[in-house]
């Protein structure tokens, strides 16, 4: 017996333990997952979807913000009401985990081990306490597999396991660790470190491992994916990123996420209208457009610099579909800054816009800071700019009506039975609009997911498309 099959959780009635994860958060936060998930497969326990068919629960939190520290607190205590039945056992892990450690422990004791960003092996070995410590004997493992489970084996180029969740023609792929800027409203530098960026030769394995596995279109994603490389002295490292991954045989679609808009550059830009597979989409939270506030959020740049790099998009790119997030209500926002903010939205026209109210969060610079904006003001000032948005996105969108345009299918719609549902190159998954589509005639077979067709849209909505396939 090997010194690894010695720590192996002991079978149970001829079956191994069975261990469910939920996953909080952000894309970044479900590749750490992906990888506890394949960490416990290979350790030899049993993953199901369902908690409820779980002797093990484990909870991957986001602790970002006042939204998704009471999302994950509320996740952890449902989960925790599950400890009567079959679970034995409650670990949490991730941001919150990571932030409040203590406070966790002391006020949720149903949480039976909190840990922090450890990683996929501190998981291993709280489920593997667990189950030692649990000393009960369960019947026939009732669990429910995760549907498609594509495990990644270890090997050339530092390849790390996962077991992803979600469509399996979809992936993303973290190509850093950590944040190096000096936002004065984000908590992430402290959670989770110093920016540190994954060899190119590592990436480019892992693209090319889940490519064999059928992932048709991967998205790039760090928390501040433009310095990628800075942190080991080499600038345009991640223009030269993009085209390497460009090269992989079998990838469809490439998509890079979080760009920090003073930090792109034109060479990223021109792999970006050079290369075939590289998807015409620049997603750059900008967070603000008053000068003022910017300064106080401790941004780079000023509403200037912004225009500056709009206009360099879309001269480099004119094609591009730009996204990106702001940030109402934050200390010293008066009614000027934001009609200022405002006005930047409508003359900027952006193709998706997320807003985000001002979480205060302890331990950052914004904590203290003031004069505090109400949150039913802001909560009004959201609601404004949503609504400018909408009318902005539905404008652009109607541009789109008689055009043929390539669509990557990603199966039947949640919100439709009839129709599938699908997206072009200059929307993200889950994040943004879809094009809808009628299904294929009785009798012939539907595209499987990762496929692209050719659409010619016929009708367009606020946020949303319809199309049928198209012959072009």
């Known amino acids: 017996m090997t010194p690894r099959a010695k720590n192996r959780p002991p079978a149970e009635a001829g079956r191994a333990p069975v261990v469910s994860l939920v996953s909080l958060g952000c894309p970044k936060n479900q590749v750490d997952s992906e990888r506890m998930l394949a960490r416990l497969s290979g350790e030899g326990f049993h993953v199901a979807g369902d908690p409820a068919s779980a002797d093990l629960i484990v909870v991957n939190t986001c602790g970002f913000i006042e939204a998704a520290k009471r999302e994950s607190i509320e996740t952890i205590l449902e989960m925790s009401s599950l400890k009567g039945g079959r679970c034995r056992g409650l670990v949490v892990t991730g941001c919150l985990g990571e932030r409040y450690k203590d406070e966790l422990k002391a006020e949720i004791p149903e949480a039976d081990i909190v840990l922090g960003l450890g990683g996929p092996e501190s998981v291993v070995d709280a489920c593997r306490d667990l189950w030692l410590k649990s000393g009960r004997q369960d019947s026939k493992q009732s669990g429910r597999l ?50 540190h960026s994954r060899p190119p030769e590592e990436i480019e394995a892992e693209v090319k491992a889940l490519v064999r596995e059928g992932v048709r279109e991967v998205s790039l994603v760090s928390q501040d994916t433009v310095f990628y490389g800075r942190d080991r002295g080499r600038k345009g490292a991640l223009a030269d990123l993009v085209r390497r991954l460009a090269g992989v045989r079998g990838l469809t679609w490439l998509r890079v996420h979080y760009l920090y808009p003073t930090g792109i550059d034109d060479e990223l830009l021109r792999v970006m209208a050079g290369e075939e597979k590289v998807c015409r989409y620049v997603d750059m939270p900008i967070q603000h457009a008053d000068d003022a506030v910017l300064k106080r959020m401790g941004r780079a740049g000023k509403r200037a610099d912004l225009e500056k790099v709009l206009n360099r998009i879309r001269k480099i790119v004119p094609e591009a579909a730009v996204r990106t997030t702001v940030l109402v209500g934050h200390p010293g926002e008066d009614g000027r800054a934001f009609q200022n903010l405002l006005e930047f939205i409508q003359a900027a026209r952006f193709d998706h816009l997320g807003v985000f109210t ?8 914004s904590f203290s800071a003031g004069p505090v904006v109400p949150p039913e003001e802001a909560e009004a000032r959201r609601a404004e700019i949503m609504h400018v948005q909408e009318g902005i996105s539905a404008s652009r969108l109607r541009e789109m009506v008689g055009r043929t345009v390539p669509v990557m299918l990603d199966g039947p719609s949640e919100e439709h039975q009839s129709l599938l549902s699908g997206r072009t190159e200059h929307q993200a998954y889950d994040v943004d609009g879809v094009v809808y589509l009628s299904d294929t005639p009785p009798g012939t077979r539907s595209p499987a ?24």
């Open 358 to 365: 001002y979480s205060s969060e302890e331990g950052t610079a």
């Open 146 to 195: 995760l549907k498609n489970p594509s495990p990644l084996r270890g090997g050339e180029g530092g390849v790390r396991g996962r077991i992803r969740i979600g469509p399996p023609h979809l992936a993303y792929v973290k190509i850093a660790e950590g944040c190096d800027r000096a936002c004065a409203f984000c908590a992430i530098p402290a959670i989770r470190g110093h920016f």
């Open 449 to 472: 997911p990762g496929s692209v067709v050719p659409v010619l849209v016929t009708e367009s909505h606020t946020h949303d498309l319809v199309g049928r396939p198209s012959r072009a």
